[in-house]
């Protein structure tokens, strides 16, 4: 027999006993359970106690994330039992329920959890990204006019008379700056390309003003002190301002929600992050 005929007879002995490993029934390995059966790839297993062989899977799995303290309430509410545990991260601004976590005498999963991860309001991060920057006249002005919902003291009305007074001293000329006994800021200013120039004349304007915002969706709002801070130059008046511990507001914030969770639930919020 030639090397190419034993070589057929070979290849078609092997198709024989594919096709008839392939045609056997499955091997039962853990009666009505778990089943090894033969494919093109080799053996296979089975275990019919699986997740993907039931109508329901055998336990809750999965993170689940919330952006605010209600939400976090009503899923705490309705999937924690005695074991659940809360983890509060004042670093991450985080707060995390292992929502199967450990037994005091028996391990369990720990793969469904609850995680509360606060997001900044619009308007915090606007006042933070603006804390220190020097704007010129019109950029300020427009500045205070956007943001009029959140001047508590002056009045919205009284910034805004501010910020239009800004706005119409633009072809003037700013020569220096006095703080006034009333705690305001007086600047002297003269008058160039106008039928009234050479004229003198001077913007009042509050040196410390109080603004309220909201740090994260869902929270409280806190009050917050801004200095006024300026600089007269080349370029003509620049002014900004710069917000008194927003670090320590941020802060409080989060403690605060942490502190509504707590009184809420019937475990510990303990503080770091879960394994």
């Given at each position: 027999?030639t090397?190419?005929?034993?070589?057929?007879t070979?290849?078609?002995?092997?198709t024989?006993?594919?096709?008839?490993?392939?045609?056997?029934?499955?091997?039962?390995?853990?009666?009505?359970?778990?089943?090894?059966?033969?494919?093109?790839?080799?053996?296979e297993?089975?275990?019919?106690?699986?997740?993907?062989?039931?109508?329901?899977?055998?336990?809750?799995r999965?993170?689940?994330?919330v952006?605010?303290?209600?939400?976090f309430?009503?899923?705490?509410e309705?999937?924690?039992?005695?074991?659940?545990?809360?983890?509060?991260?004042?670093?991450?601004l985080t707060?995390?329920?292992?929502l199967?976590?450990?037994?005091?005498?028996?391990?369990?999963?720990?793969?469904?959890?609850?995680h509360?991860?606060?997001?900044?309001?619009?308007?915090?991060k606007?006042?933070l990204?603006?804390?220190?920057?020097?704007?010129?006249?019109?950029?300020?002005?427009e500045?205070?006019?956007?943001h009029?919902?959140?001047?508590l003291?002056?009045?919205?009305a009284d910034m805004?008379e501010?910020?239009?007074?800004?706005?119409?001293?633009?072809?003037?000329?700013?020569?220096?700056?006095?703080?006034?006994?009333?705690?305001?800021r007086?600047?002297q200013?003269?008058?160039?390309?106008?039928?009234?120039?050479?004229?003198k004349?001077?913007?009042?304007?509050?040196e410390t003003?109080?603004?309220?915002?909201?740090?994260?969706?869902?929270?409280?709002?806190y009050?917050?002190?801004?200095?006024?801070?300026?600089?007269?130059?080349?370029?003509g008046?620049?002014l900004?301002?710069?917000?008194e511990?927003p670090?320590?507001?941020?802060?409080?914030?989060?403690?605060?929600?942490v502190?509504?969770?707590?009184?809420?639930?019937?475990?510990?919020?303990?503080?770091?992050?879960p394994?």
């Amino acid at each position: 027999m030639t090397y190419t005929e034993r070589a057929s007879t070979n290849g078609e002995a092997q198709t024989i006993v594919d096709t008839a490993l392939r045609s056997a029934p499955p091997a039962e390995l853990t009666p009505g359970k778990v089943y090894a059966f033969h494919t093109p790839k080799g053996v296979e297993q089975i275990d019919l106690t699986g997740d993907g062989y039931k109508d329901q899977p055998s336990q809750k799995r999965g993170t689940t994330t919330v952006r605010d303290g209600e939400s976090f309430l009503a899923y705490w509410e309705k999937h924690h039992d005695n074991a659940s545990e809360v983890y509060a991260d004042s670093d991450r601004l985080t707060v995390t329920a292992v929502l199967d976590a450990h037994t005091a005498d028996r391990a369990r999963w720990a793969g469904h959890r609850l995680h509360l991860a606060l997001r900044e309001t619009t308007a915090w991060k606007q006042w933070l990204h603006s804390d220190g920057q020097l704007l010129d006249q019109e950029a300020f002005a427009e500045f205070l006019e956007d943001h009029l919902p959140e001047l508590l003291e002056p009045s919205a009305a009284d910034m805004l008379e501010i910020a239009q007074s800004f706005q119409a001293a633009q072809k003037v000329d700013f020569q220096s700056a006095t703080r006034l006994t009333s705690g305001q800021r007086q600047f002297q200013y003269v008058e160039t390309q106008t039928t009234k120039a050479g004229q003198k004349g001077q913007l009042t304007v509050p040196e410390t003003f109080v603004i309220g915002l909201v740090p994260f969706e869902g929270s409280e709002g806190y009050r917050l002190t801004a200095r006024l801070r300026y600089r007269i130059g080349q370029n003509g008046l620049r002014l900004g301002y710069k917000l008194e511990r927003p670090d320590e507001i941020r802060r409080t914030a989060f403690a605060d929600v942490v502190k509504a969770i707590g009184e809420q639930i019937d475990t510990a919020v303990m503080n770091g992050t879960p394994a």
